[in-house]
């Protein structure tokens, strides 16, 4: 998301097919479904900041 607005990862707790439908999210967006473990979710903002 190169676009001078930052980068975050999109949470829900709906299955990634199910939000994909609905079209929710664009292609390339980061996406984690709940329940997860803080290190999880630690380690995806990790990921999306060093794509940055």
Same mark, same amino acid.
């Given at each position: 998301?190169?676009?001078?607005?930052?980068? &975050?990862? &999109? $949470?829900?707790?709906?299955?990634?097919? $199910?939000?994909?439908?609905?079209?929710? &999210? !664009?292609?390339?967006?980061? &996406? $984690?479904?709940?329940?997860?473990?803080?290190?999880?979710?630690?380690? !995806?903002?990790?990921?999306?900041?060093?794509?940055?």
């Amino acid at each position: 998301m190169g676009n001078g607005q930052g980068a &975050f990862p &999109f $949470i829900s707790g709906y299955a990634a097919d $199910i939000i994909q439908k609905k079209g929710v &999210f !664009e292609e390339g967006m980061e &996406f $984690i479904t709940k329940s997860f473990k803080k290190n999880d979710l630690l380690q !995806e903002v990790r990921e999306v900041l060093d794509k940055e």
